[in-house]
């Protein structure tokens, strides 16, 4: 059964960071690439970034470059987002999923972050 | 505006096939084969029903297909159910990241 939990999401204010959690189940992440989605309220979907399962490197959308770092804890099988210099823009929930180098297949539910003063 | 175009509805009636267009570019949907389909229930996490451009994620009724010319992917929904309606959304990888079209909100009539 498939199993992603994104724990962490929040309010908080502009340029201040926020760290997101996906703990997963075995199956559901071992071997497997790891994504972060967005979804600002009312919106479509934007892709955030990407963390491989070997040594290959991280990816990330434009829009968060510089600011946003994903990690992953293979001893927790759980992968991290955080989230620096946060902007009103950044509002959304977050999903996480897995999958391939250049797609997705399982999601979770979400967590909801909200940058607001 | 969102890097894949989609039209924003899409509407059928009970029973009827409905195709849902999917237009990128040569840098996204034509250089690849990696479109994806979801299917976003409201209030609901979106869920993958395609990937690689036509394969049908395990336990995705195959009343829904994916098939791509060129540019342009598309998604039919065949034998249109009352749960079918939904927001659609397609993906594609555009090298080093992924691309999502803006989403198509079907209606079932």
């Known amino acids: 059964q498939v199993n992603l939990e994104e724990s962490g999401g929040g309010v908080v204010q502009p340029g201040r960071s926020l760290r997101l959690s996906c703990a997963a189940s075995?199956?559901?992440?071992?071997?497997?690439?790891m994504h972060w989605i967005r979804q600002a309220p009312g919106k479509g979907l934007e892709w955030v970034a990407m963390?491989?399962?070997?040594?290959?490197?991280?990816k990330y959308a434009d829009s968060v470059r510089g600011r946003f770092t994903i990690s992953r804890d293979n001893s927790k099988n759980t992968v991290y987002l955080q989230m620096n210099s946060l902007r009103p823009e950044d509002s959304g929930i977050y999903y996480c999923?897995?999958?391939?180098?250049?797609?997705?297949?399982?999601w979770g539910h979400g967590t909801l972050v909200s940058v607001s003063t | 505006q969102s890097a894949l175009t989609q039209p924003p509805s899409a509407s059928g009636s009970p029973g009827q096939s409905v195709t849902i267009s999917c237009t990128g570019t040569?840098?996204?949907?034509?250089?690849?084969?990696?479109v994806s389909w979801y299917q976003q229930l409201p209030g609901k996490a979106p869920k993958v029903l395609i990937y690689?451009?036509?394969q049908r994620l395990s336990g995705v009724p195959d009343r829904f297909s994916g098939s791509k010319s060129g540019n342009t992917a598309s998604l039919t929904v065949s034998g249109l159910q009352a749960e079918d309606e939904a927001d659609y959304y397609c993906s594609s990888y555009a090298g080093n990241k992924i691309l999502f079209g803006g989403g198509t909100a079907l209606t079932v009539l």
């Open positions: 690689e451009d036509y």
């Open positions: 075995e199956d559901t992440y071992s071997g497997y690439v």
């Open positions: 040569s840098s996204d949907v034509g250089g690849y084969n990696y």
């Open positions: 999923a897995n999958g391939g180098s250049f797609y997705t297949l399982f």
């Open positions: 963390i491989p399962s070997d040594d290959r490197p991280e």
